[in-house]
């Protein structure tokens, strides 16, 4: 029996270890339908809510996704590996390239849901943009769908007397996104700082992503500085972490 420094593992756990061995193995492959609660059952001798439990923990861990009617299978989804340094080179933007190529080498990417709008920055966003008291934002809303997957929510807020005329006040922002246009505009990024956290998603969230229950969001919110120190863009992502590995390579 395995244990824990606590005590013995609880049977749905071991129950999910060993569902989670057989995958790792290859013994069920992308797509295939795993043993279903009645399997379980009688296979290790439990009861319906062990079973139901241990199939759950695959889910949340985001290794097997459910199918109404159908059962539980492996995902098929490949994880995305953010690159979190790579991404954000000025060689990427200031060549014309999206900061996604770094990450998704021969995949499908479509940004949808792209709304453009001026509000009033919140407080939180007036606070780290350094700016007055309701003073506007451009505000940039949209949806990463990864291989027919959402994957990534993403609000921009960028200062209003910054960006006015230019193209990041529309939907495409061309080539390079929006910090090559703020280049053109002598604002180029020249640092970023990224803070990221973890909760569970609000029902609204979990909707847009398209989220298995149980599963948590990742929330990177970045902000973009000019020369000088001056924050030009603060940007709050929210990422479906079953979708996700987040990879950070520098040198010590």
């Known amino acids: 029996m395995a244990h824990t420094e606590d005590g013995p593992r609880p049977k749905y756990q071991r129950i999910a270890d060993t569902l ?4 790792q193995a290859g013994q069920y492959g992308p797509g295939d339908r795993l043993p279903g ?9 439990v ?29 098929t989804f490949r994880p995305l590996r953010r690159r979190g ?22 995949r499908s990417l479509e940004v949808d849901q792209v709304t453009v709008s ?14 007055a ?3 506007p934002v451009c505000v940039r809303r949209r949806r990463f769908v990864l291989d027919g997957k959402p994957v990534l929510l993403a609000t921009s807020y960028l200062p209003m007397s910054l960006v006015v005329g230019s193209a990041i006040t529309r939907e495409d922002t061309g080539e390079g996104g929006t910090y090559a246009r703020l280049a053109e505009l002598g604002h180029k990024p020249v640092h970023f700082r990224e803070e990221i956290r973890s909760r569970m998603p609000s029902k609204g969230e979990a909707t847009q992503l398209g989220m298995s229950a149980g599963t948590p969001v990742i929330l990177i919110c970045r902000t973009a500085f000019a020369e000088e120190g001056r924050p030009v863009e603060f940007n709050e992502m929210t ?7 987040l990879e950070y390579d520098f040198d010590a």
């Open 239 to 245: 990422l479906d972490a079953a979708s996700y590995i």
């Open 118 to 131: 001026e509000e009033s920055a919140p407080e939180r966003v007036g606070a780290v943009l350094d700016l």
């Open 85 to 106: 340094i790579q991404r954000l080179a000025e060689q990427q933007w200031g060549n014309g390239r999206s900061i996604w190529s770094a990450d998704i080498e021969d």
């Open 37 to 45: 609660e009645n399997d379980l059952i009688a296979t290790h001798g």
């Open 47 to 75: 009861a319906r809510m062990t079973a139901r439990q241990a199939l759950s923990v695959l889910r949340d861990e985001g290794i097997a996704e459910a199918r109404k009617g159908a059962g539980v299978f492996v995902r």
């Open 20 to 23: 989670r061995e057989a995958i």
């Open 133 to 135: 008291a309701e003073e």
